[in-house]
């Protein structure tokens, strides 16, 4: 049997095959969930799509595969940004998947839960699916490299910081698996929620407009950062007024204290929410840099796992 989320995933999909064109047929999209996420509730009715191609209303959390013709073993998580109010597929993170598809990467594109749409478990859903996907990726493909934009770089760097935090009952035998990521890419990220950079729609949707100088620290990444954290890619414009460019600067500064590795591309001009940057401005320089990047890390990668589903 069909379970109803299941089937108004499939339902959102064919309304965007006909929104776009595009051939999302040819993608598999795989649930996250067996059947109600963690805590249950969450929205009714089909996925929303606007004319940019940005999701809301996520009715079925779910992992999009994308397949390059040449598979080269590795494989990206890539999680879109929004704000945590919607996941800004069509601008960031298709182009991206079929970028990575270019050089040999299987890419996954997550959609998580948002935390407006009234999900049980709040601000934690998102972090629950991005633990559940990673999981899922390992099962299917060993390694698990991680690339996120602005709020969905804030979920993957979350996650990437707490891959032992428990933040639902286990499900199944997936859920024995670690949540651990081989590298990431964080790109004009939100890092901190504290005091003075606490203006972002990422703290408001997370954190809330009343909230305490404790459950700002509880969603800043550089608070759980030590020296088992990924090696990290850091990309962002002098000139972002979305995300302030600190945020950056102190994940640069929290990886170089703890040991972790790390690299960083400073773009005189871009603004905020570029993807993979117009042809010939300054923001299009950060992707090369990243290929070049992630192919060194690809030596690195961890211990194969085996996993029967």
Known sequence: MISRRRLLLGVGASLFSVQTGSLFAEQDVIPLWPEQPPGGGGPSGALHINKSGSWSNIVSPSIQRFLPEAPNGEAVLIAAGGGYRWIGMGREAWPVARWLNSM???AYVLSYRLPG???????????????????????????????????????????????????????????????????????????????????????????GKHATPEQEAAWSIENFVTAAYPPTFLAQARDDRVSPPQNSLIMREICRRKGVPVEWIEIDKGGHGFGLGAAG???????????????????????????TM
């Open 117 to 207: 749409e009234k999900w049980h478990a709040g601000p934690l859903a998102a972090l629950q699916d991005a633990q559940r996907a990673i999981r899922l990726i390992r099962a299917i493909d060993h390694s698990v490299h991680a690339l996120g934009f602005s709020a969905g770089a804030h979920l993957l760097g979350m996650a990437a910081a707490r891959p032992g935090y428990a933040s639902y009952a286990p499900q199944d035998a997936l859920d024995m698996l670690t949540a651990s990521v081989d590298s990431i890419g964080l790109i004009y990220p939100i890092i901190t929620l504290e005091a003075p950079w606490n203006h972002t729609t990422t703290h408001r949707m997370l954190a």
């Open 281 to 307: 401005t300054p923001a299009a320089i950060w992707d090369r840099a990243y290929a070049l990047w992630l192919r060194s890390r690809q030596h690195q990668r961890r211990p194969m796992l085996t996993f």
């Open 104 to 106: 040999g990467y299987t």
